[in-house]
């Protein structure tokens, strides 16, 4: 079973930066063979896709984050991490992290309790 565990959450003013972690969470698996997707999810709004990076390294971004979010791994802190720059109160949510390879949030049956994106003045 792959547990994550995400982390690096809190409260920003418009233009400013969080950088959230995703890490291991026990289990024997071997993180770096997994794709890693993060999402988030707005108060009364569905769970979208962020960002995704594959074990190779390669990276895509949702249309509404390009350019100010980046994505990156690193295999040997068992992490993938996102750095969120220019942040806009649109990006308040809590944010997920799953392995897996879909870039559709109803696929996916485990969560874990993600971490809260407050960006307000």
């Known amino acids: 079973q792959v547990q994550l565990v995400e982390s690096g959450g809190g409260l920003v003013q418009p233009g400013g930066s969080l950088r959230l972690s995703c890490s291991k969470s026990?289990?024997?698996?071997?993180?770096?063979?997994?794709?890693i997707e993060w999402f988030r999810q707005a108060p009364g709004k569905q769970r979208e896709w962020v960002a995704s990076?594959?074990?190779?390294?390669?990276?895509t971004y949702a249309n509404s984050v390009k350019g100010r979010f980046t994505i990156s791994r690193d295999n040997a802190r068992n992490a993938v991490d996102l750095q969120m720059d220019a942040l806009e109160p649109d990006d308040t949510a809590v944010y997920y992290c799953?392995?897996?390879?879909?870039?559709?949030?109803?696929?996916?049956?485990?969560w874990g309790q993600g971490t809260q994106v407050t960006v307000s003045s």
């Open positions: 799953v392995a897996g390879r879909s870039v559709v949030a109803e696929l996916y049956s485990s």
């Open positions: 990076i594959s074990s190779g390294g390669v990276t």
């Open positions: 026990g289990g024997s698996f071997s993180f770096s063979i997994y794709d």
